[in-house]
């Protein structure tokens, strides 16, 4: 089965320090990755989306930034972090289209929750 | 862009009482429908989805939703809601591509 990881759940950091959340997949190859920020009130914001290594596609011009290192390894970072992004931020995952494990469907971590003061 | 609208910021209910959470879309295509659930301290999960056939879809914990394709909604409902089901409840939509836009989320409080 597929599982997916993100790490660290919670994260205190200081203005202007950097960033790295981490995510991977387990069970699946070549998935689409997935990063959103979850706001109150406001749903979910896609901020970086990748279909392959080394592929990402910025959804919002802002501080972070994206990277797939490998297949089922997606990274989020900021060099400075501003007090805006503060947030709890969800990797995903979705399979292809050929209907295999988790096609169409986007499966989301645990979400690792950013406050910086 | 497409845009999707949950019409209900804040919805409380009592035990037993009936539910309907609305969702509008604006994408004029085809479209594929889901709802995401998260509850308390727990990870968003997979409510139902609707991609094609019967426009009305079963989904777990005896949640179900209409696809009115001509009212461009996808209205969530169960006909008797439990303490349980507290939660805040996401619409998604995705179009062609593989990007699920998603509503501003509905929370719901179930009072016991």
């Known amino acids: 089965s597929q599982t997916i990881h993100q790490w660290p759940a919670t994260l205190v950091q200081p203005v202007g320090s950097p960033l790295s959340l981490e995510c991977t997949v387990e069970g699946t190859s070549n998935p689409n990755l997935y990063w959103y920020r979850q706001a109150a009130g406001r749903g979910l914001q896609l901020l970086f989306y990748s279909v392959g290594i080394g592929q990402i596609s910025s959804e919002v011009p802002q501080n972070l930034s994206a990277s797939r290192p490998q297949d089922r390894q997606f990274i989020l970072s900021s060099k400075k972090l501003l007090l805006s992004d503060s947030g709890f931020y969800l990797c995903?995952?979705?399979?292809?289209?050929?209907?295999?494990?988790?096609?169409?469907?986007?499966?989301f971590g645990a979400g690792s929750r950013l406050t910086v003061l | 862009a497409q845009s999707v609208s949950q019409h209900n910021h804040h919805v409380i209910l009592s035990e037993a009482a009936s539910l309907e959470l609305g969702c509008n879309y604006s994408y004029g295509g085809t479209v594929n429908l889901f709802w995401y659930v998260q509850y308390p301290g727990q990870h968003l999960q997979l409510l139902l989805k609707?991609?094609?056939?019967?426009?009305l879809v079963k989904g777990i914990k005896g949640f179900e939703a209409e696809f009115i394709k001509s009212k461009f909604s996808f209205n969530l409902r169960k006909p008797s809601v439990q303490w349980s089901d507290t939660a805040e409840y996401f619409c998604?939509?995705?179009?062609?591509?593989?990007?699920?836009?998603f509503g501003g989320g509905t929370r719901l409080m179930v009072k016991p």
């Open positions: 995903a995952w979705m399979g292809g289209t050929s209907g295999g494990p988790g096609a169409n469907v986007l499966t």
């Open positions: 609707y991609f094609s056939g019967d426009p």
């Open positions: 998604a939509v995705r179009n062609a591509g593989n990007m699920l836009t």
